[in-house]
């Protein structure tokens, strides 16, 4: 079993930061790809920002500038830090994880339990 536990939602005035940990555990051999994504209420979930084993890292255009993703290999776990944040960050943000469980066992997708950012005006 694998586990993906996220903290460091909250409410957060416009202009502020906040950062988002993501932790897994369990059974993991490797991860390859780690991830943040969020879910707006009425809207689709989308891609907030990704970051593979190599440390190449993918940003929304919307985000580009203001959020840092990072991992910390040791500790299996992504951070997401996000500066001048806006009303429209507004959303729960999942963490997503590819994750291999053993040497030659399949790679899957796992997601966090959602943690939920607010940005007041």
């Known amino acids: 079993q694998v586990q993906l536990v996220e903290s460091g939602g909250g409410l957060v005035q416009a202009g502020g930061s906040l950062r988002l940990s993501c932790a897994a555990s369990g059974s993991i051999f490797s991860i390859s790809a780690m991830g943040w994504y969020r879910q707006a209420p009425g809207q689709q979930r989308e891609l907030v920002a990704s970051i593979i084993s190599g440390d190449s890292t993918v940003y929304a255009n919307s985000v580009k500038g203001r959020f840092t993703i990072s991992r910390d290999n040791a500790k299996n776990t992504v951070y997401l830090q996000m500066n001048s944040l806006k009303p429209e960050d507004t959303a729960v943000y999942y963490c997503?994880?590819?994750?291999?469980?053993?040497?030659?066992?399949?790679?899957?997708?796992?997601w966090g339990q959602g943690t939920q950012v607010t940005v007041s005006s």
């Open positions: 997503n994880a590819d994750i291999k469980s053993s040497r030659f066992g399949v790679t899957g997708g796992y």
